[in-house]
C-alpha cells in the first residue's frame, strides 16, 4: 500500500519561507514522479511544481524563482521549499506520485497517489 505524508505546513508572514516534505512508503520511490499541487478555497486544484524520477523540474509561473522542489530518494522524500511567500500562496498543498507504467488486467496504466494535504497560510 503506498502511502504519501506531507508535513511541514503552518502560518507564515507574507515574504515569509516554509519547507513542505512528504515522504513515501510501501514502493519503489525512486522510480515515481513526484509533485506538489495546492487548492485554495473556492478554487480548483492547481499543479506548483513536478519532479521526475530522472531530476526534470517543471514550475507554475506563479512560483518559479521563489519555490523549489527536490527530492532525497535515500529517504523517500520530496520537498518543497518556498521563500517570498505571498498571501495568494494560502492552501492546502498535497504531494502526488505517480509510478511506471504497470501492466493491469491488459491495460497500461500509471498509478497516482496523493497525500493527505498540509494547509499552509500566509497571512500577517
Known amino acids: 500500500q503506498v502511502q504519501l505524508v506531507e508535513s511541514g505546513g503552518g502560518l507564515v508572514q507574507p515574504g515569509g519561507s516554509l519547507r513542505l516534505s512528504c515522504v513515501a512508503s510501501g514502493t519503489t520511490f525512486s522510480s515515481y514522479d513526484m509533485g506538489w499541487y495546492r487548492q485554495a478555497p473556492g478554487k480548483q486544484r492547481e499543479l506548483v511544481a513536478t519532479?521526475?524520477?530522472?531530476?526534470?523540474?517543471n514550475y507554475a509561473d506563479s512560483v518559479k524563482a521563489r519555490f523549489t522542489i527536490s527530492r532525497d530518494n535515500a529517504k523517500n522524500t520530496v520537498y518543497l521549499q518556498m521563500n517570498s511567500l505571498k498571501p495568494e500562496d494560502t492552501a492546502v498543498y498535497s504531494c502526488?506520485?505517480?509510478?511506471?507504467?504497470?501492466?493491469?488486467?491488459?491495460?497500461?496504466?500509471?498509478?497516482?497517489?496523493w497525500g493527505q494535504g498540509t494547509q499552509v497560510t500566509v497571512s500577517s
Open positions: 502526488n506520485g505517480r509510478a511506471p507504467l504497470v501492466l493491469d488486467r491488459g491495460r497500461w496504466i500509471r498509478p497516482v497517489y
Open positions: 519532479i521526475t524520477s530522472s531530476g526534470t523540474i
